[in-house]
């Protein structure tokens, strides 16, 4: 009986110092809201913009942050401050022909165990030696990479923790008949708990401070 009344207590004590560390914000514990339709004047445009922003992981000075004891879903899902270069680096774009690019979150993991793969594809045509040069030093770099969709809303992949890598895409080539496109499609990976939205800074990153 003692034995049982033990382990009682200590279910007790343990259930108390959850809500505790709850209330304080000690423990995420986010907020279920309703999922509607949410199409703000019935816009839902598929797709991704035309410019890709990317940079190298090492040269990001202050990351955005993970949000701290989230309201609710829809807060856990938003990076908080903006991504901040090193003194002397800046970010770059790259374009890619419209109607190519896409961002996907693939659900992976067994079951207890679920993360997200974001995957970005994207098509740069022509297959000149920039492009070329681009491909061949960052094949095995870490980076990290903004993309907007039509609907203006940005995502970021990399964080202070992962960067985005590079990955086999499609194909790199001349295309076989006369009516192909030379040039390159790529794809980059980013492994992360949560997909998230990015609403920092997308413009000062483009210019190296002195």
């Known amino acids: 009986m003692l034995q049982y009344l033990k382990i ?18 000690l423990i995420q ?10 199409l703000p004047n019935g816009e ?3 797709g991704l913009t035309q410019t890709m922003i990317f940079g190298l992981w090492d040269d990001v000075d202050t990351w955005p942050t993970e949000p701290v004891a989230p309201a609710d879903v829809e807060e856990y899902a938003a990076w908080t401050g903006d991504i901040v270069m ?58 990290f990479v903004l993309v907007q969709d039509n609907e203006s809303q940005w995502y970021l992949l990399g964080d202070s923790k992962r960067a985005a890598i590079m990955q086999p ?17 790529l794809s980059f990976i980013y492994k992360t708990n949560v997909p998230r939205t990015y609403s920092g800074d997308v413009t000062t990153i483009l210019t190296a401070s002195s």
């Open 29 to 38: 514990c986010v907020d279920f809201i309703d999922i509607d339709k949410n």
């Open 169 to 185: 895409g499609e194909g790199i080539g001349t295309g076989r008949a006369t009516a192909d496109r030379k040039g390159a499609n």
């Open 86 to 143: 090193k003194s002397g680096k800046r970010a770059f774009t790259f374009y890619s022909t419209d109607d190519t690019s896409e961002l996907t979150c693939n659900m992976v993991g067994e079951p207890d165990g679920r993360s997200f793969e974001m995957v970005v594809n994207v098509f740069n045509p022509g297959l000149k030696a920039k492009l070329l040069g681009f491909i061949a030093a960052a094949k095995n770099d870490n980076l």
């Open 44 to 46: 839902n445009m598929g």
């Open 8 to 25: 009682f207590w200590f279910i007790t004590l343990a259930n108390a110092v959850e809500i505790f560390m709850a209330r304080f914000g």
